[in-house]
């Protein structure tokens, strides 16, 4: 039916199904929209749990490598004055450290990925769980890569702004 006549059209039937069995229990008298919803809402509710549980992980790491990546250029503060005072660009600074971290967070995906395909490998034969889509991979270890290259372009933006001189006093 036409989803504007739906109230009318099941208004009617209710009353027909009552008049032609009037000993019959009626209960529960939903469109198939609203039993759909009804059994999914704990699968949705998960869903959003699920989402929220990776989206402060993720948070977390980012934090994890933020940190990290300060403690880096605090350990290195003589070495980047030392490579400033031989002539060294701040762009090049730069890159050092959005390498270094990239290395770092390339080899976190690339464990990260291989353990999960290897758990999702033993899901699939033994619980005859779904197969995980490989874009679902990609997706996450792009997100993943550029999150880590955004934690680490702060710290190195800073790194690049020690002065050689002050930095070659630090100890």
Known sequence: TAPEKRETIMKNTEAALFDAYPNRVLSNFRTLEERIEATYRRDHAMVKILATVIAILSLITLMGSVGLTVFWVNQRRKQI?????????????????????????????????????????????????????????????????????????????????FPPALATRSV
């Open 81 to 161: 004055g030392i490579r400033r005072a031989l002539g060294a660009t701040k762009s090049a600074i730069v890159r050092y450290f959005l390498v270094e971290n990239l290395l770092v967070t390339g080899i976190g995906i690339l464990l990260g990925s291989g353990l999960g395909l290897g758990f999702n490998v033993l899901l699939v034969h033994h619980y005859e769980q779904q197969a995980l889509q490989l874009s679902y991979l990609i997706w996450c270890g792009t997100v993943f890569l550029l999150l880590g290259l955004l934690a680490a372009l702060l710290p190195a933006l800073r790194a690049a702004d």
